[in-house]
């Protein structure tokens, strides 16, 4: 415990890692929140998918020497709202089409890094995430993209559980279904983005599937789930960094082991107590 | 695509009219139709007195997704009084009173904090039929409401619907079960894939549509 305090006193003498830690948390809240509802309605491959194009903008961002936020925001935000028409378009298998569109900007993505000889691109930070590539502006990005989805849960969270559990029954009796859901796409579109750089654009849709699924397994109520993933969440991030710091390792991967961690201990405790 | 033509039907207040057909008749649509999630592609729905759009209480056919979603029987059943809530983020006491009601009328008082996924199908069914009641005092759209359900359990939410009708909410039932459509309703509209009907349940027996129907039941 005493460990854990020197740890938590050095990250805080380091503004590098004040700005991480901070982001961090943030991020990780809107994700498990977000994360609830998208899981519930089987859409967590959107996270997925999202993270990829993310991860290609910000290449070709990189390679043209352009801002990589003002490039990345929206390219995300587009490709959230054609995924999310893919998804509820019964024709088109929108699996596959998350699946093609990720690895499709994976593909260019890599391209675009490998071509530019010249540009000094770390490839491994992009993929993995780096805690040195939080900048002020992600701060303020994070500040207001937390407030807009704490404000959207709390006053808003009747209709999210109506539209999350049965969205037919939401529009029928005269809830704008369509207007929550596209707003729940981008906001995910835009906690991926800032996200993304210090998870990693590989482990970032961790964030979003974990906490929600971690609770869904102990947990009975639309109420306590959410709640329960938001904590999880932020608790798995803060365990993830000490870690990180302490051991060295990346930050993100540090994370998502604790996240699967945890996943495992809330299993066998659902387990447990279904057969008590 | 036009499922079928020049079809009218009414509904009065208190009825209780069931909805028979083949699949891909078009009932579906009409249901979609009925509660404007879908567009007519001619005609109108109109609708009487008093009764507004969202003021339908619906019981749609269960979503996989459902089955294991972690949400306590009183979350969900609370759900259905968000049409009448506006943009007010909160529940009041009224609509909490109202749902602890419509859990009693259902006998499902005692479910209140269980879990949605842990429940037996029959109790599935009676906690969104709740949650449709929440939603009107004056008319239910159930679809298919017994799919998937054992003889007894379907018998009991028989019962339970036409409590609720008696109690002076008007049902419109879509239903595979011919015999329970005769059975229970007043009036019948039946949907083959050209033709249809529509008249009371004395005047269904006496038609073609009747033996029709009986022919390509017992045909499954």
Avoid at chain 1, 159 to 167: G, H, L, M, S, V
Wanted: proline share 2%; with cysteine.
């Amino acid at each position: 415990m005493k460990r854990v305090i020197e740890v938590f006193s050095e990250i805080f003498s380091s503004p590098i890692l004040v700005r991480a830690l901070v982001v961090g948390i943030l991020v990780s809240l809107c994700a498990a929140l977000l994360g609830v509802s998208l899981v519930l309605k089987r859409f967590s491959m959107i996270g997925d998918g999202l993270s990829h194009v993310g991860f290609g903008a910000l290449a070709i961002a990189a390679v043209m020497n352009l801002a990589p936020m003002a490039v990345a925001i929206p390219v995300v935000l587009i490709a959230a709202f054609l995924l999310l028409r893919l998804s509820n378009n019964g024709k088109i298998k929108g699996d596959a089409a998350i699946a093609m569109i990720s690895t499709g900007a994976l593909g260019i993505g890599v391209m675009a890094v490998s071509m530019s000889k010249g540009a000094n691109i770390d490839l491994n930070s992009y993929l993995f995430g780096s805690i040195m590539s939080v900048n002020s502006e992600d701060v303020v990005i994070s500040v207001i993209l937390a407030v807009i989805v704490l404000f959207m849960f709390v006053f808003f969270y009747t209709k999210i559980f109506a539209i999350t559990f049965d969205e037919s029954f939401a529009k029928a009796t005269g809830t704008a279904a369509n207007i929550y859901n596209m707003l729940i796409a981008l906001l995910t579109a835009m906690t991926i983005v800032i996200g993304m750089r210090l998870m990693g654009s590989m482990l970032i849709s961790s964030l979003i599937i974990f906490p929600a699924l971690s609770s869904m397994r102990v947990f009975k109520s639309f109420k306590s789930v959410t709640i329960c993933s938001g904590i999880i969440s932020i608790l798995t991030f803060l365990a993830g960094m000490v870690i990180s710091y302490v051991a060295e390792t990346p930050c993100g991967a540090s994370i998502v082991c604790v996240n699967t961690l945890t996943f495992l201990i809330f299993f066998i405790v659902g387990k447990i107590r279904k057969t008590a | 695509m036009t499922v079928i033509e020049n079809m009218s039907f009414e509904v009065a207040d208190g009825d209780y009219l069931c909805i028979v057909g083949e699949n891909g008749s078009g009932k579906s649509t009409l249901v979609k139709a009925l509660l404007s999630l879908k567009k007519a592609e001619k005609g109108s729905i109109e609708f009487g007195e008093g009764l507004k759009k969202n003021e339908i209480g619906y019981l749609p056919q269960q979503t996989m997704a459902q089955k294991d979603f972690p949400a306590s029987v009183y979350e969900v059943v609370l759900s259905g009084c968000l049409n009448s809530r506006g943009i007010r983020p909160f529940y009041s006491a009224k609509e909490r009173k109202k749902a602890l009601e419509t859990m009693e009328l259902l006998g499902i008082t005692d479910l209140k904090n269980r879990s949605y996924r842990d429940l037996s199908g029959g109790q599935q069914q009676r906690v969104l039929l709740s949650r449709a009641l929440c939603a009107t005092k004056k008319l239910i759209l159930l679809d298919e409401p017994v799919a998937g359900l054992d003889p007894i359990v379907t018998a009991e939410l028989y019962d339970l619907i036409e409590k609720i009708n008696k109690s002076g909410v008007t049902v419109i039932m879509v239903t595979h079960d011919l015999s329970a459509a005769v059975k229970c309703s007043r009036h019948i509209l039946c949907m083959t894939e050209n033709e249809w009907f529509f008249g009371s349940r004395e005047e269904f027996l006496k038609s073609k549509f009747s033996d029709f129907m009986r022919g390509s039941e017992a045909g499954d």
